[in-house]
């Protein structure tokens, strides 16, 4: 009896609980929370703002080498919808995790209907590999919904995204903005990426 009860909480726990590679992604993203609590103030980049309801926010929290950063992009879109993505770097440099997460009116009861968001969790593997992504909607903290609910709808699409894939890409994109020490500017393209459309693992 007791071998049966073991055999069936192991096949009922989800195989990602054990994998060493998402536990280590884990560990990361603790480290990365606990550098943006304890120092939120201390980054570089820039807050722009434009017409028609629009502005992005780019926050890096540069480690330096051989300790963890952190980047957070922020999106105000046409004053309806607010993206924010935030970055995870590990001590080398490569990226671990990505929270995205969207924020508007639950379209579908419309403009004026409750605030509800789309979230993303994107694990990736030192070499640069997607190990998994989870996807939800929530209503004040709680998961209500997948994210291809027709009940659930947000006032802008998914096509934001567009990791860095190392800390040395987030210093480039910097340096195409803002400029080096010698206002020499370089040439950054960020590579979208789709993961409302990808399996969740």
Not at 34 to 49: E, V, Y
Not at 77 to 85: H, L, R, V
Request: charged residues 25%; aromatic residues 8%.
């Amino acid at each position: 009896m007791r071998r049966l009860l073991a055999l069936f909480l192991l096949l009922a726990t989800p195989a990602y609980a054990q994998s060493p590679q998402l536990d280590e992604v884990r560990a990361a993203w603790d480290t990365c929370t606990r550098l943006l609590q304890s120092a939120p103030d201390d980054w570089t980049g820039w807050r722009r703002s434009f017409d028609g309801g629009y502005a992005d926010r780019f926050q890096f929290h540069d480690g330096g080498d051989g300790a963890p950063s952190v980047l957070t992009q922020t999106w105000l879109i046409d004053a309806i919808a607010t993206q924010t993505d935030t970055s995870c770097y590990r001590p080398d440099g490569s990226l671990a995790f990505v929270l995205s997460e969207m924020t508007s009116p639950n379209m579908a009861q419309g403009a004026d209907g409750p605030t509800i968001t789309r979230e993303g969790r994107l694990s990736f593997a030192p070499d640069g590999r997607l190990l998994r992504v989870l996807k939800r909607i929530t209503e004040a903290g709680k998961e209500v919904a997948p994210i291809d609910n027709e009940n659930y709808q947000l006032a802008r699409g998914c096509t934001l995204t567009a990791p860095h894939a190392t800390v040395d890409d987030v210093r480039s994109h910097m340096i195409s903005e803002l400029g080096d020490i010698e206002g020499t500017r370089g040439e950054y393209i960020a590579e979208p990426l789709d993961w409302c459309s990808m399996e969740t693992e």
